[in-house]
């Protein structure tokens, strides 16, 4: 894989932790501090930051986009060719930065996993079992 297409499959794995890390922020965050009883301090979150009370206005738009974006990354690190150079320097670079997009990957998608959990699911959750 020329070092052209493993930048740019590195720079795709940290906008993909970015954006999903705005679905914790949005979601999972204040209804963590709201349920072990800090309501105050998620209002006062929202006064600080008020692109946050934007980001849960659009909560289902940012979950849609941080979806695609990692379905994109998966097909990026897992079904093209990984052809990196012969070189050894680079081609050990090359996998180096295949680990790390890996585990960039990783980490987003269990971001993003708990912000799904806690937006769309906790509550529904919480209804049923009658708490």
Same mark, same amino acid.
């Given at each position: 894989?020329?070092?052209?297409?493993?930048?740019?499959?590195?720079?795709? $794995?940290?906008?993909?932790?970015?954006?999903?890390?705005? #679905? *914790?922020?949005?979601?999972? &965050?204040?209804?963590?501090? =709201? /349920?072990?009883?800090?309501?105050?301090?998620?209002? $006062?979150?929202?006064?600080?930051?008020?692109?946050?009370? #934007? *980001?849960?206005?659009?909560? &289902?738009?940012?979950?849609? =986009? /941080?979806?695609?974006?990692?379905?994109?990354?998966?097909?990026?690190?897992?079904?093209?060719?990984?052809?990196?150079?012969?070189?050894?320097?680079?081609?050990?670079?090359?996998?180096?930065?295949?680990?790390?997009?890996?585990?960039?990957?990783?980490?987003?998608?269990?971001?993003?996993?708990?912000?799904?959990?806690?937006?769309?699911?906790?509550?529904?959750?919480?209804?049923?079992?009658?708490?």
């Amino acid at each position: 894989m020329d070092i052209d297409r493993q930048t740019q499959q590195y720079t795709l $794995s940290w906008i993909t932790l970015v954006v999903s890390s705005g #679905t *914790l922020l949005c979601c999972a &965050l204040p209804i963590l501090l =709201v /349920s072990l009883g800090f309501g105050v301090a998620v209002a $006062s979150l929202t006064h600080s930051w008020p692109i946050l009370i #934007t *980001l849960a206005e659009y909560e &289902l738009w940012m979950f849609t =986009v /941080s979806a695609v974006l990692l379905g994109t990354t998966a097909w990026v690190l897992w079904f093209r060719i990984p052809q990196c150079p012969s070189d050894p320097v680079l081609a050990e670079r090359c996998t180096q930065a295949r680990k790390w997009s890996r585990g960039i990957f990783f980490a987003a998608t269990i971001m993003w996993m708990v912000g799904f959990i806690s937006a769309f699911l906790l509550l529904p959750i919480r209804n049923f079992i009658g708490i």
